[in-house]
């Protein structure tokens, strides 16, 4: 990935204001990235991350005090562009009535991110093992809950029956579970199954809140 928004640097010590520190911030990450998808997760530590981006260890810990920040830092960015791909394909399939395909279109950026950036899965895989499974309570899943219990509350997308932040936090929290069993796959059947187990889950639950069309109903 190229490098990331001063916005999004919300795990640092303090945002970095010359562009040179930026520069240097974004080569550490890309430096981790480039690590996660080469070696085991585990093998991840600051003298490693230091040599691969050229820099002193001590320049890690000046943006980063510990390797957990470093890694939510980089989820952050990731967990940026996964939203951003969600909210597009919310947004661009909103006269489609069929429940299931927008849940579908906008779930198969998780897959396709996987794909495209080697180094998600063993970031998820490390972040697991450090907190366990990712609650909705972090703030990089704050916007994307918010984002739709906003949609929600205005009854968008035909909700109805329910409050639209709890709906909302559970939708996403069965999402980032499954993504997570989703990273511990190393066959890529498996991971297929467990994507099309996510659609299902879902859809069986949102369509209690959701309103189908009457073609999708008969």
């Known amino acids: 990935m190229g490098p990331a928004d001063t916005n999004t640097l919300m795990h640092t010590r303090a945002t970095p204001k010359q562009a040179r520190a930026r520069q240097r911030v974004a080569d550490i990450l890309d430096a981790a990235a480039a690590l996660l998808a080469e070696r085991p997760p585990g093998d991840l530590n600051t003298s490693l991350i230091a040599e691969r981006a050229g820099v002193p260890v001590s320049s890690i810990y000046r943006y980063f005090p ?75 899943n704050a916007e994307l809950v918010g984002f739709l219990a906003d949609r929600w509350a205005r009854g968008l997308d035909g909700f109805t029956g329910g409050d639209p932040q709890v709906v909302a936090t559970t939708a996403v929290q069965i999402a980032l579970t499954l993504e997570d069993r989703m990273a511990r796959q190393t066959s890529p059947a498996l991971e297929a199954q467990y994507h099309e187990e996510m659609v299902r889950a879902l859809d069986a639950y949102l369509s209690l809140y959701l309103r189908r069309s009457p073609a999708e109903e008969s």
Do not use: C, K, N, W
Not at 68 to 74: F, K, W
Not at 92 to 120: K, N, W
């Open 66 to 140: 510990t390797l957990r920040d470093l890694l939510d830092e980089l989820s952050a960015r990731a967990a940026g562009d996964l939203r951003h791909h969600f909210m597009e394909t919310i947004a661009a399939t909103e006269g489609e009535p069929d429940l299931v395909l927008r849940i579908r279109r906008s779930l198969e950026g998780i897959r396709v991110f996987m794909a495209e950036h080697p180094y998600y899965r063993g970031l998820l895989l490390l972040l697991a093992s450090m907190r366990g499974v990712q609650s909705v309570e972090d703030d990089d």
